[in-house]
């Protein structure tokens, strides 16, 4: 087992790739050991996605945002299909603009600072032989294939 400090968006990146991998080239014992790292990294996106969920719902500026910004969607949708409407509703739809910027910003920055937390894991790696296998067991990207292969080989 090895312990890891890494930040919370690489194991996101990992475990996003890793949650949908084929192990069908693989020996059964390297297939526990990557249901096992999987398993491990799971809490770390679950927390994730809980606090951002969490500061999406905590930063909404007021009571009736999601009404808001349903009648926004219709706005908008209304424009691009008859490219008028009403000009208290483009008033209405302007005001809103710079309040959901806003809300965005706040939840953006918040997701940011979720995902460059550092937290602590620990896994038995995988042998180079084993990672091999599991790429010729997936159509992975480069990207994909770095941002595991640097956390779990």
Do not use: C, H
């Amino acid at each position: 087992m090895e312990k890891q400090t890494i930040k919370t968006e690489k194991v996101l990146n990992a475990y996003r790739v890793l949650s949908t991998a084929k192990y069908s080239k693989m020996a059964d014992e390297d297939k526990i050991k990557v249901w096992r790292i999987a398993r491990t990294l799971k809490p770390v996106a679950d927390k994730f996605d809980d606090d951002s969920k969490d500061a999406a719902e905590k930063f909404k500026p007021s009571e009736d945002f999601d009404e808001k910004l349903q009648k926004a969607q219709e706005y908008e949708r209304t424009i691009r299909n008859t490219e008028k409407d009403s000009e208290e509703r483009a008033v209405e739809y302007g005001k809103f603009v710079g309040e959901f910027n806003a809300y965005q910003k706040l939840v953006n920055d918040a997701v940011k600072e979720f995902a460059n937390k550092e937290v602590e894991v620990e896994f038995e790696k995988l042998s180079e032989d084993a990672f091999g296998k599991l790429m010729a067991s997936n159509e992975w990207t480069m990207e994909q294939t770095m941002e595991i292969g640097m956390l779990i080989v």
